[in-house]
Each structure stands twice: as C-alpha cells, then as structure tokens.
C-alpha cells in the first residue's frame, strides 16, 4: 500500500507541483530583445503606457536596469502586451519609441502614448509603415475614410469602418478583424423601436386578513394568461469592443384581467385593468455572425403601473366579506431571455426575441409572470 502511495505522490502531485513551482518563477515573467541576446522570465516594471513607450525597466534581485529603443527590439510583458522599438517622424526630426503592438499580421496595428498626445501606426506587409491619424471628419485624411482604403480588399469589413473609435480596443479589434478575415457586426450604439406581444397573468401572495368575513386565497385561483399587444423604444450601449453590450428598453402596455372566484356559495367576478411602463435593463451578449446573430440577455425589470382599477361583482362592497386584490404601483423583478438579429445591412438590423419576466409586488397580494415575444428594428 506505501508503494502504491509512493508511486502515485510520484506520477502526479509531484509534477503538479513542479508545475506550479515553475509557473510561479517564470509564468508572470516577461521577455527582452536585443540585436545579440534574448532575456525570457524575466521581470518587467509596467511604467504606464507613456512610461512604457521610452522605456523598458527590468527588475534583477534588488537591481534594475534601463533599456532605451535603441538598446532592444522589443520586449513583453506576462500578459501579452509587446512593444517593439520603431522609428517615427518625430517634430522635425525622428525618434524611436517603443511602440505598443495591438494587432499583428497582414496589417499590424501599433500605439504610441505620450501625455498629451496618442496616435497610431499600421505597418503593411512588413514593407510599408506610416501613421494612421485622426484627421477631420469629412476628409479624405480622416481615419475612418484611411481604414477603408486600407481595407478594400475585404469590401464586407470595410463597413465596420464607419463605427470604429480612434482608441486602441476598437482600432485594435478591426485590424484583428480584417487579419483574420472574420465579418462580424461592430459595436456600437443603437436605438430602435420594439413591438411586444405579452402573455401576462397573476400569481398571487398571501391575502390581507384584516376586518373581513371571508378570506379568499388568492394563491388557490386558477389565473389565466391575458395577452395584449403593445410598443415601446430601445437602446443597445457596447461594452467596450466586446460582445457584450447593456440593453435598456422602455415598454407601453396594458392589460385587462377577468377571472372569477368562488367564496361561501357565491361566485364573484373580479375584472383588473392595469396600464404599465416596464423598463428592463439588460445585460447581453451576442454571437456574431455575417447575417444571423443569436443572442441571450439577462437583468432587472422594473414596472411602474400607472394606473390599476379592480372591480368586483356579485358581492355588494356593503357586505365587506372579502377583500379585493392589490397590486403594488411599484413592482421589481427579473428577465431572462434570447432570439436572434438579422442584419439587414451595416447599420440596420430586425431582431426576434422570447422573453420571460417575473415581477413582484411590495405589501399587495398579486405578483406577474409575463411570457413576451418581441420583435424591433435598430436604427
């Protein structure tokens, strides 16, 4: 058994810790290049963006040293940032700096910082380099009207253009993008109309007992789904130059419930109307592909009944032998849902959606459970 013990301390816990021992040495580490050496696992001190680009600083037991753009080529950091040391058109003369490289391939995206001043560079091919500046809109100089030309030769991603940020998460995405050849839509901000086609129907709380002959468990009564059809507006704000983005929209709908309850050999008939705006905020994240993106989202809802009417008959209110539902004028909950976007063209798009809400209400006995199916079209 202590042989067996001892083969298998052997075979994997030592390797693992083996494993993590190096990770710890080396593994947060980074490297440095010069015209005669390579340094791997070393230890980098990270300047900042501006600092980082006049100097690479290494750090060795309790001593550090200083390289310049002209004593290395390039260096990075454990967590993939390089910069490579470039000459540059610099006042009326050139520098070199080293440059952050933010995408690399057919074209390479590089990002110079300074502290009151940024731009980029694309190098093509490995042969031609220039600066890709942010010019002024409605010139030929403009840096969405270069990414184009730049870019003709993939017509589908040279629309993305039109949306692309001078900062380095956009810029940065593009060009990875275009290297890639991968067509997908770009983030950025949209608004739209939706149109909502809502099954809602009660769940109720316990009931108020108070002053009243009878007590009617409303949790017993066999609520019924009420469709209405209504609008409303939205807006879709990107999370950086990610697949994520925040989904707010603003909902018009109203309702009319009728169900029918029995209590002590009388059958009451109890009609709700109840008019809402309902502003879910979202958060969602989309696949894209080149025309049909799926998507899923998740968040709050809150619902602001802006008017409620209940009525009961059968019962004279005189006989106070049962109480009426409420329903909160504020009610907070959940919404969980997914559908798909078709691209209509590089600005205009129709989604579908199914989506299920949960609200419920403070100090009142009736809560909603909402089953919503919407469709919009973002500008």
Same mark, same amino acid.
Request: proline share 3%.
């Given at each position: 058994?202590?042989?067996?013990?001892?083969?298998?301390?052997?075979?994997?816990?030592?390797?693992?810790?083996?494993?993590?021992?190096?990770?710890?040495?080396?593994?947060?580490?980074?490297?440095?290049?010069?015209?005669?050496?390579?340094?791997?696992?070393?230890?980098?001190?990270?300047?900042?963006?501006?600092?980082?680009?006049?100097?690479?600083?290494?750090?060795?037991?309790?001593?550090?040293?200083?390289?310049?753009?002209?004593?290395?080529?390039?260096?990075?950091?454990?967590?993939?940032?390089?910069?490579?040391?470039?000459?540059?058109?610099?006042?009326?003369?050139?520098?070199?700096?080293?440059?952050?490289?933010?995408?690399?391939?057919?074209?390479?995206?590089?990002?110079?910082?300074?502290?009151?001043?940024?731009?980029?560079?694309?190098?093509?091919?490995?042969? %031609?380099?220039?600066?890709?500046?942010?010019?002024? &809109? @409605?010139?030929? +100089? =403009?840096?969405?009207?270069?990414? #184009? $030309?730049?870019?003709?030769?993939?017509?589908?991603?040279?629309?993305?253009?039109?949306?692309?940020?001078?900062?380095?998460?956009?810029?940065?995405?593009?060009?990875?993008?275009?290297?890639?050849?991968?067509?997908?839509?770009?983030?950025?901000?949209?608004?739209?109309?939706?149109?909502?086609?809502?099954?809602?129907?009660?769940?109720?709380?316990?009931?108020?007992?108070?002053?009243?002959?009878?007590?009617?468990?409303?949790?017993?009564?066999?609520?019924?789904?009420?469709?209405?059809?209504?609008?409303?507006?939205?807006?879709?704000?990107?999370?950086?130059?990610?697949?994520? %983005?925040?989904?707010?929209?603003?909902?018009?709908? &109203? @309702?009319?419930? +009728? =169900?029918?309850?029995?209590?002590? #050999? $009388?059958?009451?008939?109890?009609?709700?109307?109840?008019?809402?705006?309902?502003?879910?905020?979202?958060?969602?994240?989309?696949?894209?592909?080149?025309?049909?993106?799926?998507?899923?989202?998740?968040?709050?809802?809150?619902?602001?009944?802006?008017?409620?009417?209940?009525?009961?008959?059968?019962?004279?209110?005189?006989?106070?032998?049962?109480?009426?539902?409420?329903?909160?004028?504020?009610?907070?909950?959940?919404?969980?849902?997914?559908?798909?976007?078709?691209?209509?063209?590089?600005?205009?798009?129709?989604?579908?959606?199914?989506?299920?809400?949960?609200?419920?209400?403070?100090?009142?006995?009736?809560?909603?459970?909402?089953?919503?199916?919407? +469709?919009?079209?973002?500008?």
């Amino acid at each position: 058994m202590n042989t067996l013990k001892l083969k298998l301390l052997k075979k994997t816990i030592l390797p693992l810790l083996l494993l993590l021992l190096t990770y710890t040495l080396f593994g947060q580490r980074g490297y440095l290049v010069t015209d005669s050496t390579t340094l791997s696992g070393i230890k980098i001190m990270d300047k900042g963006k501006t600092g980082n680009a006049l100097w690479c600083e290494i750090k060795k037991e309790n001593k550090t040293q200083k390289f310049s753009p002209d004593d290395a080529k390039e260096y990075g950091f454990h967590d993939g940032r390089t910069y490579v040391s470039k000459e540059i058109p610099y006042s009326d003369s050139t520098r070199r700096f080293f440059l952050e490289q933010l995408a690399e391939g057919k074209l390479t995206l590089f990002y110079l910082a300074e502290k009151k001043h940024h731009t980029f560079f694309i190098e093509k091919d490995s042969t %031609s380099f220039s600066e890709l500046r942010k010019g002024k &809109k @409605h010139k030929d +100089s =403009y840096f969405q009207n270069q990414l #184009e $030309k730049i870019t003709s030769d993939f017509p589908v991603i040279k629309e993305n253009a039109r949306f692309v940020n001078y900062n380095p998460e956009d810029l940065g995405r593009f060009i990875t993008d275009y290297n890639n050849r991968l067509y997908r839509p770009f983030p950025r901000i949209r608004i739209g109309i939706v149109v909502v086609s809502e099954m809602s129907k009660f769940k109720a709380s316990s009931p108020k007992t108070d002053g009243y002959k009878y007590i009617l468990d409303y949790s017993k009564v066999d609520f019924k789904y009420q469709n209405s059809l209504s609008g409303g507006l939205l807006i879709d704000l990107p999370v950086s130059a990610s697949y994520f %983005s925040s989904h707010m929209e603003i909902q018009f709908v &109203k @309702h009319n419930y +009728s =169900y029918s309850v029995g209590v002590n #050999e $009388k059958t009451i008939d109890i009609s709700t109307n109840l008019s809402s705006i309902k502003t879910p905020v979202l958060l969602r994240y989309t696949y894209p592909l080149k025309k049909i993106s799926p998507f899923i989202n998740g968040g709050a809802i809150i619902a602001y009944n802006t008017d409620k009417k209940t009525q009961m008959s059968g019962v004279e209110s005189s006989e106070n032998l049962i109480s009426a539902p409420t329903i909160s004028y504020l009610q907070e909950g959940f919404a969980a849902g997914g559908g798909i976007e078709y691209r209509l063209n590089y600005k205009h798009s129709l989604f579908f959606e199914i989506r299920y809400n949960k609200l419920y209400s403070n100090d009142a006995t009736l809560n909603n459970t909402d089953i919503q199916f919407l +469709s919009g079209f973002n500008f």
